[in-house]
């Protein structure tokens, strides 16, 4: 693919589904390419005329995720009329739920999307991430699922915020040669700690990207290789006096150190939604 092409990605909800299928197809064709069209919220026959018209005039790719019966019906005839590549990305998989678990769908859009106590759960665990980010409050130690430790740029606020979603309390403490960490860090149950390490040359590689994202010059203190090994030092002689678990998050993305935090925690009895 060489030149940009357009997606109308068309939902009577939000369109989060569809989005994500969109980009994750696009992905495997370079995704810079890929314009992302949305229509979110369709509800009527006028809604989709639009939609067929402009998809029509750009010569795009309609990718929907249509629960109300009219409108997918409606959808279908006039795409086939107009010559229109569009996709369904759920009603297939709600054909293969009817067939194999005898159900009938409700057919009701936006039902993800309903308030319901999983969701105010997560709300919640964001809020206290936020809250107890980089150590701000110690005392919400005693009240986390899991606490994160580590030196600066180790991911330990992305993971904090990944893991919220996923209705757990994390916390995270900065590891800092000239800062003793908290009391409290000593007092919770260490079988919630989670060290994070990394390489240094991976460490030097980051900080140096960040000052420089900052107009700051690379020679600095805080991405000196000498200051790096001392401060992986003494987060190792830290994590070793808490006897917790140690993840080398070097070249892994946050959901795949992610995944290695929650397979700890169902060891240890953590609840995670899933």
Do not use: W
């Amino acid at each position: 693919m060489n030149k940009r092409k357009t997606v109308y990605v068309v939902s009577d909800s939000v369109g989060e589904t569809a989005e994500l299928t969109v980009k994750a197809v696009a992905a495997q064709f370079n995704g810079g390419y890929v314009e992302i069209q949305h229509n979110s919220y369709v509800q009527k026959i006028e809604d989709i005329e639009d939609i067929i018209t402009s998809s029509k005039e750009s010569d795009s790719i309609i990718a929907y995720t249509i629960v109300i019966p009219f409108l997918k019906k409606y959808l279908d005839q006039r795409v086939r009329e107009e010559g229109i590549i569009a996709v369904d990305l759920i009603n297939p998989l709600m054909e293969a739920f009817i067939q194999k678990f005898k159900g009938d769908p409700k057919c009701e859009p936006g039902l993800m999307r309903k308030l319901d106590a999983n969701y105010f759960r997560r709300v919640k665990a964001i809020e206290f991430a936020v809250k107890n980010d980089d150590g701000r409050d110690p005392k919400g130690l005693t009240r986390a699922d899991i606490v994160l430790i580590g030196i600066s740029r180790t991911s330990k606020t992305p993971l904090s915020i990944y893991l919220a979603h996923k209705g757990l309390n994390v916390a995270n403490i900065p590891l800092v040669p000239e800062v003793a960490p908290p009391d409290e860090l000593f007092e919770i149950r260490r079988s919630i700690c989670v060290g994070l390490v990394i390489t240094p040359d991976k460490l030097n590689e980051i900080r140096r990207e960040r000052l420089k994202s900052l107009g700051l010059t690379s020679q600095a203190n805080y991405a000196n290789l000498d200051r790096i090994l001392e401060e992986l030092d003494y987060a190792e002689k830290i994590m070793k006096r808490l006897c917790c678990p140690i993840i080398d998050v070097s070249n892994k993305a946050v959901e795949e150190t992610a995944d290695l935090i929650l397979a700890l925690l169902k060891k240890r009895g953590v609840g995670v939604d899933e």
